[in-house]
């Protein structure tokens, strides 16, 4: 996590870097499986902020720093109950709204935060379950915010800051990106549905999990 955020500038960096294609890429297509998909940090700062990761099959992927938050959920008397925002606070509680089975509304005295979901609804007898989305205004930028409701009680709140993107390639360990703010090598593995990435002279080893 540190090793990231040490290279991580301001929340305006401009995407960057392509990726050249043809028998080179089919051979990177095939060695890249492994690591493609949306990854997010396992560990973050005391306010929730991590990194997250989304490798294509193409070698393109994105990059951000942002709030990467886990928690508890449960549905009471028609209410979302999560967690306290800070320490010894309530429990937050938002009233559900639903407009149709894509659309949510949590409802609190302050307004009604609307989420949209992401593919089809996949469970029959609790329809928050899956993945949604928000689009929430933050100091000027509409980001995008993901819920990701999981049957375990378990919420994952995930908000890039600055999407950056570019390219990366892989040989043998070692992943070569070309993303700005980020150094350029880096070591990888992949076990037990976990990424791991270190640099070469440093011991810290950083976590990511698939989302």
Not at 140 to 154: D, I, M, Q, R, T
Request: proline fraction near 3%; include cysteine.
């Amino acid at each position: 996590m540190k090793r990231v955020l040490r290279f991580a500038t301001s929340a305006v960096l401009l995407v960057c870097a392509s990726l050249g294609f043809g028998f080179y890429a089919s051979a990177q297509q095939s060695s890249s499986a492994s690591i493609v998909g949306r990854w997010r940090s396992m560990e973050t700062s005391k306010g929730g902020i991590g990194t997250v990761y989304n490798f294509r099959l193409d070698g393109t992927v994105d990059f951000s720093v942002g709030a990467v938050v886990e928690m508890q959920w449960r549905v009471e008397n028609n209410q979302l109950v999560v967690p306290p925002a800070t320490v010894g606070g309530d429990e937050q509680k938002y009233t559900l709204q639903w407009f149709s089975d894509s659309k949510l509304g949590l409802k609190t005295e302050a307004g009604v935060t609307e989420l949209t979901r992401v593919g089809e609804r996949s469970h029959a007898d609790n329809p928050i379950l899956g993945e949604w989305i928000e689009h929430r205004e933050v100091a000027s930028h509409n980001l995008e915010a993901h819920w990701l409701f999981y049957p375990n009680s378990k919420l994952l709140f995930i908000m890039p800051f600055a999407i950056q993107s570019g390219s990366y390639t892989m040989s043998g360990s070692v992943l070569h990106l070309k993303v700005p703010s980020l150094k350029p090598e880096s070591r990888f593995e992949v076990k037990d549905n976990l990424l791991i990435l270190s640099e070469f002279k440093d011991s810290q080893k950083d976590r990511y999990a698939r989302y």
